[in-house]
């Protein structure tokens, strides 16, 4: 089960940041920052390979023995990141590349708002 789910910005500011225990907020937040660095990897490690076709999904991006964090790139440089409890080994890695695509989805439809201005933090009730 997601425990945590982050919205990053192009500029690496985050955008959204929800997460099922307020308590835990801080340190998903850390975690959150963490991966940031990963995904900064994965991203130039792509270009480098010199292909056309750039994955969004980036897999894996950090573990513990808590939590694992999978990270996921928008063509607008956008980083979601999902922390997942670790205990949940049921899921396979189809179906967080499912969750992932409908994130995107969602992040599209809220592009696509006429009054929300990319760039801005996310609000949601």
Not at 43 to 54: A, E, F, L, M, P
Not at 83 to 106: M, Y
């Amino acid at each position: 089960m997601a425990v945590c789910i982050g919205f990053i910005g192009k500029e690496n500011s985050p955008l959204f940041l929800r997460c099922i225990n307020q308590s835990q907020e801080l340190q998903f937040h850390y975690i959150m920052h963490t991966c940031i660095d990963f995904v900064e990897e994965k991203i130039i490690q792509s270009n480098k390979s010199g292909s056309d076709v750039r994955e969004l999904y980036l897999g894996l991006l950090y573990s513990s023995e808590e939590v694992k964090a999978y990270g996921f790139v928008t063509n607008t440089k956008v980083k979601i990141v999902i922390i997942i409890d670790s205990t949940n080994s049921l899921l396979r890695d189809n179906e967080i590349r499912a969750i992932f695509r409908k994130l995107h989805n969602a992040y599209t439809e809220l592009v696509c708002n006429p009054f929300y201005t990319p760039g801005d933090p996310i609000t949601s009730k």
